[in-house]
């Protein structure tokens, strides 16, 4: 019963928290930018009024615009489950994907939504649905190539399992396959949450939307889960990336208060620095017009080349 309520936390974790993460960078920006900006609490209540506007659907709506909204949420609960959020140790679903099945869950959800876009026939949801599957082409060699990197090095491609290779050794954690497996998977990160090369959270001109297009016909309770799935994604993404590669400690170790106290702290502490650091790149870099995207691309693809290298020659030692 424990390790299924601790499970249900984790989920939980993922649905409250997802939003603040997202008003705390937004209202970084703002500041670094020179603006008041709105709360950091703003996310909340904007969920909260499209969840009481009315729910419209195009004509042209389909099997897919309606599948997406609830797949979307649904993927992101799944992932949830599989990944160390506040535990150092797998809970009942930890065991039932490794890292790829994660990635399949998010190519799932991205698949369907950019289909909702093109089903509707709006030239928007167009638009973000071709710029999406472009982006994917370009990122997911890299991606690919950094988990291979992680099952060379970890010997398995679970996230439990690969961030206690790196949490009892500070020979592996320094290794320079990892170092590089960490910058690696941060670009492709910045990519997957719509932070660079080209998307901008927070403006609408057309030249930088993505993701924003991709939903742009969506009103009412499907707006609210598909923008509620999208601040689930990015919290997924940064705990993978911190509770995995950076900084797989700080979480608990038992089924305890003490212990539930600690992981979130630690949870909160590392993903709002985070948050600091993506807020900080995103107004110090400038988006990068359309020829220049495989500069970017291409240099993940060279970093978890490079890193896969590393893994093999730090075997051979």
Partial sequence: MDALFWQGLQILSMLLYAPLLEGWIAWLVARLEGRQGVSPFQPYYDLYKLGHKELLLPGSAGIFYQLAPPLSLATMIAIATLIPI?????????????????????????????????????????????????????????????????????????????????????????????LLAVVAFFLIFLVDTGRLPIENHSGGAEVSMIEEARVLEYTG???????????????????????VFVAPWGMANQFSLLGFLEALSSLLAK???????????????????????????????????????????????
């Fill in 86 to 178: 506040l535990t150092t140790f797998p809970l009942p679903l930890g065991w039932m994907g490794d890292m790829v099945a994660g990635g399949m869950l998010f190519a799932l959800s991205s698949t369907v939504i950019t289909l909702a876009g093109l089903e509707t026939g709006n030239s928007y949801g167009g638009i973000g649905a071709w710029r999406s599957g472009f982006l994917n082409v370009l990122v997911e060699p890299a991606l690919i190539l950094v988990l291979i990197a992680v099952a060379l090095f970890a010997h398995a491609t679970y996230p439990y399992v690969a961030g206690a290779a790196y949490r009892q050794s500070w020979i592996s954690y320094l290794d320079p396959a990892h």
């Fill in 221 to 243: 309770r499907d707006a609210l889960l598909l923008r509620w799935s999208g601040m689930a994604k990015q919290f997924l993404l940064m705990v993978i990336l911190l509770n």
């Fill in 271 to 317: 993903t709002l620095a985070l948050g600091g650091l993506i807020a900080l790149i995103e107004v110090s870099l400038a988006r990068l017009r359309y020829y220049r995207y495989p500069e970017y691309f291409s240099l993940a693809l060279l970093l978890a080349i490079v890193t896969i290298a590393a893994a093999q020659l730090g075997g051979l030692r």
